[in-house]
T-cell receptor, first 114, second 115 residues
Framework: DQQVKQNSPSLSVQEGRISILNCDYT??????FLWYKKYPAEGPTFLIS?????DKNEDGRFTVFLNKSAKHLSLHIVPSQPGDSAVYFC?????????????FGSGTKLNVKP | DVKVTQSSRYLVKRTGEKVFLECVQD?????MFWYRQDPGLGLRLIYF???????EKGDIPEGYSVSREKKERFSLILESASTNQTSMYLC??????????????FGPGTRLTVL
């Protein structure tokens, strides 16, 4: 059973507009959340993260929002650029016997149209 | 900059062969991980290791084993490859949890095809 879910397999957005990628989780033990970006034929690269003690973290055009009561997080990209076209993975982390273990969603493929 | 390298980008093997996938990281990270990525399923954890000679099963360990003889190297072994192990294999490393820097660094992946 997937503990981290990304229910939208794909998203298409016009250049300059906002992209919103969503992620839901089920395990209340998760205390750290991350977004990764993956281009074809490359490994995922870290994009932005948020601790469970916060509800928002911003880094340039990227903002992650966390709603713990709803067990939901989202990634906002403003403004979207064609170079943002990639697969985005949501991940959640929990400490297991003193070390961190990560759980990933299935990914959302973002296409930003020029 | 953290660098995680994987021995092969593409591999083609036959059913029943023993397959070794190698991963090396250069940042002295304690934790190392092996995932497989399949369409619609995302990244699924096969095995991880938090120290030399230590290993823990992930969510889908069946048909796989691992070896960590040195801190920088983590090997994934398919004892007898099967067609359902055709996948993209990703290695990652991370430091122990330090609060604000809890992230993994990934290698470029190995695309394995089992015929």
């Amino acid at each position: 059973d997937q503990q981290v879910k990304q229910n939208s397999p794909s998203l298409s957005v016009q250049e300059g507009r906002i992209s919103i990628l969503n992620c839901d989780y089920t395990n209340s033990m998760f205390d750290y959340f991350l977004w990764y970006k993956k281009y074809p034929a490359e490994g995922p690269t870290f994009l932005i993260s948020i601790s469970s003690i916060k509800d928002k973290n911003e880094d340039g055009r990227f903002t992650v929002f966390l709603n713990k009561s709803a067990k939901h997080l989202s990634l906002h990209i403003v403004p979207s650029q064609p170079g943002d076209s990639a697969v985005y993975f949501c991940a959640a982390s929990a400490t297991l016997r003193g070390f961190n273990k990560f759980y990933f969603g299935s990914g959302t493929k973002l296409n930003v149209k020029p | 900059d953290v660098k995680v390298t994987q021995s092969s980008r593409y591999l083609v093997k036959r059913t029943g062969e023993k397959v070794f996938l190698e991963c090396v990281q250069d940042m002295d990270h304690e934790n190392m991980f092996w995932y497989r990525q399949d369409p619609g399923l995302g990244l699924r954890l096969i095995y991880f290791s938090y120290d030399v000679k230590m290993k823990e099963k992930g969510d889908i360990p069946e048909g796989y084993s691992v070896s960590r003889e040195k801190k920088e190297r983590f090997s994934l072994i398919l004892e007898s490859a099967s067609t359902n192990q055709t996948s993209m294999y990703l290695c990652a490393s991370s430091l122990p949890r330090t609060g604000s820097t809890d992230t993994q660094y990934f290698g470029p992946g190995t695309r394995l095809t089992v015929l």
